[in-house]
């Protein structure tokens, strides 16, 4: 979508520097919401400020933040706003606008929410896009200099979920059995024992952690697609005689979390595809695990505190290059568990699971990664 101001020529009579001239906007939210004066969160919005050939630009700004006196300040209100964010399998990475950008006459950039205190009126909340504009221009045998803004205004839109709690997490759970949501078993029936968040008991499987998302597409515009992303960190270790022998997994420090092997996330067999269309309920689901190798002499297995953030992401409809994920909600989890080899057999000695809450929470951050999890699996001496 394009915004954009236009200046007309001054009157003849003007003489003052001060004397701005009038400004109309080419999108404006007068005449009611449309999908041409519609912005939706992930979706680029260029904007351009035109001045009539009689003019020549000295000096622009779209930044509110600029040098006292240097020019009037200028606006782009609404929410926060990004120049892009590239996201695949080796790197999440946002960018940020700078100087340079806010001082040309065109600008793109991207919404990533709403702000609580946007401009709104009875249809909804809405954004500005001001430049202020330093222009010179010729009268009789001299030359002038006047300041004005361009402004244009448009609707800001967010798909939002179905309802408050839906963006839910479930733990793995075998009804009519005690056993609980870390343990010692198979992934599939007949499968090797693993130290496992969910898996086979008897003939039920049970994912470790399941999720559901029900997302309503954005009014006016609508459209898009949603999906999960998922990050992690922590360490597996093996033993022998209690001494540690290796470790495997990502840990970079405190914070610091890494891809979980594909973007979006890669489903378990049986999930949904990702990404499915807005409107469509997303069902996806991990069951991480610790394999346990006592035939290479191991006798015990530790999975130290894995950490898990999971996003539910949405992306508008458009082109490639037009267009990014943004997030609208995050649950936190994790698991630990410890498997030990006695009496010829594996068994559980601790094991937990952790969350900050079943259901997700409103956010707006954008994931950010530069490493994937997928290599770092390997068991590597300590």
């Known amino acids: 979508m394009q915004v954009?101001?236009?200046l007309a020529c001054p009157r003849k009579e003007v003489t003052m520097p001060h004397w701005a001239t009038n400004v109309f906007a080419s999108?404006?939210?007068t005449s009611g919401q449309t999908a041409d004066n519609?912005?939706?969160i992930g979706q680029k919005v260029q904007a351009r400020a035109v001045v009539d050939s009689c003019f020549t630009v000295v000096d622009c700004s779209w930044d509110s933040n600029v040098p006292n006196g240097s020019i009037m300040p200028g606006e782009i209100s609404g929410g926060r706003i990004i120049k892009n964010y590239v996201t695949n399998d080796s790197v999440g990475e946002?960018?940020?606008l700078d100087p340079t950008d806010f001082s040309s006459q065109a600008l793109s950039y991207y919404y990533t929410d709403v702000a609580a205190n946007a401009y709104s009126t009875q249809h909804g909340k809405y954004g500005r896009a001001i430049c202020?504009?330093?222009?010179?221009f010729p009268f009789c045998s001299t030359t002038l200099t006047t300041y004005a803004p361009a402004e244009a205004s448009y609707y800001i839109e967010t798909p939002t979920l179905a309802s408050p709690n839906s963006f839910t997490s479930q733990w793995a759970n075998w009804p009519g059995t005690d056993e609980q949501p870390?343990?010692?078993r198979p992934f599939e029936a007949n499968g090797d024992l693993e130290l496992l968040l969910g898996g086979t008991v008897g003939n039920v499987q049970s994912p470790g952690i399941k999720w559901t998302a029900?997302?309503?597409a954005p009014p006016v515009i609508g459209g898009g697609n949603i999906a999960y992303v998922q990050l992690c960190n922590g360490i597996s270790e093996q033993y022998t005689n209690g001494v540690l022998k290796g470790e495997s997994g990502y840990s970079a420090g405190v914070g610091k979390f890494a891809l979980d092997t594909s973007f979006p996330y890669y489903p378990y067999p049986g999930d949904d595809e990702e990404p499915v269309s807005v409107n469509t309920t997303l069902v996806s689901s991990d069951s991480p695990y610790v394999p346990l190798e006592d035939y290479l002499g191991y006798d015990k297995y530790k999975a130290t505190l894995k950490n898990f953030q999971t996003y539910l992401i949405y992306k508008p409809e458009g082109d490639e290059d037009s267009t990014i994920w943004v997030t609208l909600s995050?649950?936190?989890w994790g698991w630990y568990g410890t498997a030990e080899y006695k009496n010829n057999k594996w068994g559980l000695t601790s094991g937990n699971t952790i969350t900050c809450g079943d259901w997700g929470t409103a956010t707006s951050v954008l994931p950010e990664w530069d490493a994937n999890v997928k290599n770092y699996l390997k068991w590597r001496d300590v």
Request: hydrophobic share 50%; proline share 0%.
């Open 4 to 6: 954009g101001g236009q």
């Open 27 to 29: 999108q404006s939210i």
């Open 182 to 184: 870390v343990g010692v």
């Open 330 to 332: 995050l649950i936190e």
């Open 94 to 96: 946002v960018t940020e």
């Open 38 to 40: 519609t912005v939706v």
């Open 214 to 216: 029900d997302v309503v």
């Open 132 to 136: 202020s504009l330093v222009l010179t």
